[in-house]
C-alpha cells in the first residue's frame, strides 16, 4: 500500500488514506506514516470496523513504547476492555452499560471536555495517542485540536518573551477537580504528584518550538499561584481560539492519532446519559515506564 496524505481544514490535520492499521505493515509504508506525523500532528485513519484491541495494541506499539496501566484500574472497565494498554475513554460500565450519572468515573471522564494534552502530568510524556471508535453516538462528541506549535508562532514577540525559562507544574487532580469531577482522597493526592516540564520546548520530529501547557497545568516554578495561573489562563485561551481549532466528527472505526508533545485536544458534549459512546485509546510515551501508572484519561 501506498500512504496518500490528504490535509484537511487546518494545516496540521490530515488524513491517511492506503493505510489499514488492522493489517500487518510494511517497512517503507510504516516510515512515510512516521514522517507524515512529523508535520501533520493529528491524522487520521479511516476503517469500515473498527481494529479489534490486539491489533490497536500492535499497530501502537511500532509507533514508541505503549502506556500499560494497572490491572484493577479506576478510570478503565477491566472486564469489557480487558487489556493493560487500553484506556477505555468511552462511557460504559463493565457490561457496556451506559455510566449511572453519579459513577465517579463519568465525572472524571468529563475533564477530557477541558484541553489538554495527555498525560502531562506524567515526569515521562506521552507522545502518540491512538483513539478508536468502537460505538459513536448519533450527535455531538467531536473531539477538537489546536497545534501548539502553530499557537507557539503567533504569538506575539512581547509574550513570547522569556516564556522559555519557566517550568509549569502539571497535575492530574487538577483537571480532575476543574472539570466537576470530586476532590480526591488524602492517599490519591499522594499517588499522583505533580510533573515538571519546560513551558516551550523543541517538537523533535519536526524541529519546531511549540508551547507545552494543558488543563492539569497548575502552576509555574518559583512563582505565586494566582499569577501562575493568570499567565497559564491567559495561554489557553490564545491557544484555543477558533482560528487554530481542528474538529474531527467521528466515524465508526476511525483511528485518530495525534501528538501530545505539540498538540492540545478535548472532547466535545453529548448526551453521556442516553448515548453509547466506546472510544479507546492507547498511548505511546517518550520512553519505556517501568511502573505501571493506575490508569487514567
Ligand atoms: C483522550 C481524549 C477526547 C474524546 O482519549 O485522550 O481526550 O473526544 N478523548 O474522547
Ligand atoms: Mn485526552
Redesign the pocket.
Known sequence: MTLEIEQLSQPFAARLHGVDIRKPMGADLLRDIKSALATYSVAIIGHDAPPTNEQHIAFSGLLGPIERGKEGKLGGTGERVPHAEI?D?GNLDEVGEIFADSDRRLAYKRA?QLW?T?MSFFEIRATY?L?AAHAIPPAG???QFVDMRDVFDALPASRKAGLEDLVVEHSYWHSRVLGGGPPPSPEETLARTPARHKMVHVHEPSGRKTLYIASHACGIVGWPQEKALALINELMAFATQPQFVFAHQWKLGDVLIWDNMCTM????PFDDTKFK?D?R?T?CRERAVQNATMQI?
Open positions: 484506556i475513554q477530557n489538554h495527555d495517542s483513539l462528541a467531536d473531539t485536544h478535548r472532547a466535545t459512546r472510544v485509546r498511548t484519561v
